[in-house]
């Protein structure tokens, strides 16, 4: 197998590589100054919008959609190790670049199932930055992990739908540039459990949308992202032709975005592993505990060795979901989809968790951004799929054949 970048990507990297140490690492603590300083707890820091004017001028704009036509045209091979750059700066990168979810996820849905209306209204600014939006499928009331459960109404009354439920965890909702709701509810409840399901585009100031309260992870609010935020449709009426691909089609919409949505997740994860291993190791070299660095203390030096193993095996399974997603499509790379959506926060986590070790009383403080990230890591083991759902899914692949000798 060769691992080498081709040149495309290595272009890209070295680009990306030297906007990171110019721009991104530089506004790292002035993004915070202005997170800390705005009147609009949910709103965008006004850094964001300069590094994004600097990103387009360097070309590094929308790399996550491999439609030529409306990004960067990049496999998701050559994306993979572009992300892992930016999730060494996950809060500011990605958004910087307009790679950041839910954003991400909601253009790729427009971009392969949209009409040319919807992609002209909702599409475009998107891609250009001028809007945010959201995307409503958990629900409060239910085990949303299993998509057959959804209970928010989507009823046909003439030329409308009229929806009615409650959502929760819709990031960047209360965001005052999100102007979008992409809304996961029930046609037909007495269909097939997963043609029930549909989706419908519904502008964010339409008659009957609440957005409530911002859900805390951990304590952090995520604010900068326009938070996680409680939905309310009450008798919210939105034309038919606000429907996405047709009724009944839902759920295979979002398991058309769920899958490139994971393996970015992993791609930016790998990036927040690198970074945290790296503050583990400065700190290590720096402190003195019991008349020697820690860094010549045994424990430590096995946290730091077992972290770069760790990683190591995570990217490349990374590596090997975008290859076959590539090749074979996502259909083909479920399975490996769910493997490392399952692992790579598990790793993440544990690298996190010896960094803050190391670091002592410092690293669950906000002097270090390493509780931070491990609030938001954590977050990812239930973010599109809990690991249960995912080790499901494996295991009922792996045990088919077995199961099908035994009863033939």
Not at 91 to 110: H, V, W, Y
Not at 228 to 242: G, I, L, M, N, Q
Request: glycine share 8%; with cysteine.
């Amino acid at each position: 197998m060769d691992f080498t970048y081709d040149e495309t990507t290595r272009g890209y990297l070295e680009r990306l590589r030297a906007f990171m140490d110019e721009r991104i690492v530089p506004a790292e603590p002035v993004y915070a100054q202005q997170a800390a300083e705005r009147s609009d707890p949910w709103s965008t820091p006004p850094i964001i919008k300069d590094l994004q004017a600097q990103a387009r001028e360097r070309g590094l704009w929308n790399l996550f959609l491999p439609a030529g036509s409306y990004g960067a045209g990049l496999t998701n091979l050559q994306y993979a190790p572009l992300a892992e750059m930016t999730g060494r700066s996950p809060g500011l990168a990605p958004s910087a670049l307009n790679c950041a979810a839910p954003d991400t996820g909601n253009m790729e849905i427009l971009a392969m199932f949209g009409t040319e209306e919807q992609r002209k209204r909702w599409l475009d600014p998107l891609l250009g930055a001028e809007i945010r939006s959201a995307f409503c499928m958990t629900e409060p009331e239910v085990a949303s992990s299993d998509a057959s459960n959804i209970r928010l109404s989507i009823t046909a009354d003439g030329d409308d739908y009229v929806l009615n439920g409650r959502k929760w965890w819709s990031s960047g909702a209360l965001n005052p540039d999100c102007e979008l709701l992409i809304v996961m509810g029930v046609t037909d409840p007495d269909a097939d459990p997963y043609r029930r399901q549909s989706m419908v585009l519904v502008p964010k100031d339409t008659p009957g949308v609440e957005v409530g309260r911002g859900l805390p992870v951990f304590g952090y609010t995520d604010g900068t992202k326009g938070g996680h935020a409680e939905v309310v449709f009450t008798d919210v009426r939105v034309p038919k032709s606000s429907i996405l691909l047709g009724e009944g089609e839902g759920f295979r919409i979002a398991q058309e975005r769920l899958g490139p949505g994971r393996i970015h997740h992993c791609m930016r994860s790998i990036g927040v592993a690198e970074r945290a291993l790296e503050l583990m190791c400065t700190r290590a070299a720096e402190r003195v505990a019991f008349g020697k660095p820690l860094a010549e203390q045994g424990v430590v030096r096995e946290s730091i060795a077992r972290a770069r193993v760790r990683i190591e095996q995570a990217r490349l399974l990374v590596l090997k979901t975008a290859w076959l997603m590539d090749t074979v499509g996502n259909k083909g790379a479920r399975t490996e989809i769910s493997a490392i959506k399952a692992e790579v926060p598990r790793m993440v986590q544990e690298v996190l968790d010896d960094a803050i070790q190391v670091h002592g009383g410092a690293g669950v403080s906000d002097d270090f951004p390493l509780a931070q990230l491990w609030a938001a890591n954590r977050t990812l083991r239930l973010a599109d799929g809990p690991d249960e759902v995912h080790f499901r899914s494996i295991a009922r692949r792996e045990l088919k054949p077995y199961l099908a000798e035994r009863t033939a």
